[in-house]
């Protein structure tokens, strides 16, 4: 059974970058879109970003020239690259999957905190 595994989150100052892996177990055949979500402390979970078949992305207003989504779609693998890390991104981040004919994918989560 195919499993998504976020890693690549930590601790980092405000400024600073990290980069969000999420890799699948398996093989995911037919996907449709890849997505990842952040959930903070007291607050509900929210889209940060998406990239479509045609390689379109979208992003959430608040990480709009910070955040840069990107996939390799024959590795079943997601991607996200944060620069300029405000203490607003802490959050724990989780990366979504979605296929045609099955249900979508999520990954466990990784922490990202941003300490100013």
């Known amino acids: 059974q195919v499993q998504l595994v976020e890693s690549g989150g930590g601790l980092v100052q405000a400024g600073g970058s990290l980069r969000l892996s999420c890799a699948a177990s398996?093989?995911?055949?037919?996907?449709?879109?890849m997505h990842w979500y952040r959930q903070a402390p007291g607050k509900e979970r929210e889209l940060v970003a998406s990239?479509?078949?045609?390689?379109?992305?979208n992003y959430a207003d608040s990480v709009k020239g910070r955040f840069t989504i990107s996939g390799d779609r024959a590795k079943s693998t997601v991607y996200l690259q944060m620069n300029s890390l405000k203490p607003d991104d802490t959050a724990v981040y989780y990366c979504?999957?979605?296929?045609?004919?099955?249900?979508?994918?999520w990954g466990q989560g990784t922490q990202v905190t941003v300490s100013s």
């Open positions: 990239i479509g078949g045609s390689g379109k992305t």
């Open positions: 398996g093989i995911i055949f037919s996907i449709k879109t």
């Open positions: 979504t999957i979605t296929r045609w004919g099955g249900a979508p994918y």
